[in-house]
């Protein structure tokens, strides 16, 4: 599939988007767009769009399986999503979110998983969450020749650990830490960082303290470029979303009300017609 732009006038075919554009589009001043996605019409929409990049994130666990965390997540099923993602993302980088304990056992372990997402998945980087902790894995994975994403402030996979789904760094303390940490993943290789939930002072102070781009969601206007998840920036999912989101439409009472209409349709007998028969 073939995209283009209108540019005085004619069809112009876009870039694919690929890891060096995330630096470049941050020293032209201009923001980076990301969304995720977790199946072929997710990505399709996605791509056509014009985000530049996917994150097929571990988030699918909640807002595709039902779960209500992000914990029973496994590997296989973050390949199985990534693959059907990346049949539809042609433009936008695509990214793989390495879910829990698939990756700060060991380094090995860490280079294992995120070559199963280039190699079996066709993801063309990887993510993860942590700071200095997780920096021996980074070097691992970006030595072997795969970019790696990294993710501070609110992480979900540490939901117990941090007690719950709460703003960081409002402390001195705290945002001194997340300060740390996002030096610390930028020396082990990451090229860019997702900023979760962080106070905006706080997100100030990452985003001076590193030159590499950082995302936010949930982080303030400051960031280099932004991040929501798409089912929840479409509405597919009925429960309020997150204070940070804005909601831009509601695909899932356009969806219910299209099926309580067939319902209807087929019970009253108006539905098939003849024109609806081979």
Known sequence: M???KVQNGKAVREAKRRVHHFAMLKQRGQKIVMVTAYDYPTGLAADAAGVDAVLVGDSLGMVALGFDQTIPVTMDMMIHHTAAVRRAVKRAFLIGDLPFLSYKVSPEQALTNA????QEAGAEAVKLEGGGEVAPMITKIVTAGIPVMGHIGLMPQSLHKHGGYRVQGRQNETAQMLVEDAKAIE???????????????????????????????GASRICDGQVLVLSDLVGAIPAPPPKFVKRY???????????REFCGDVRSGKFPQEQHEY
């Open 187 to 217: 020396h082990a290789g990451v090229f860019a960082l997702v900023a979760e939930a962080v106070d905006p002072e706080a997100a100030a102070e990452i985003c001076a303290a590193v030159s590499i781009p950082v995302i936010g969601i």
């Open 2 to 4: 073939e995209n283009f």
């Open 249 to 259: 439409t509601s695909v899932y009472d356009t969806m219910e009300g299209a099926i």
């Open 115 to 118: 070559g199963r997402f280039v």
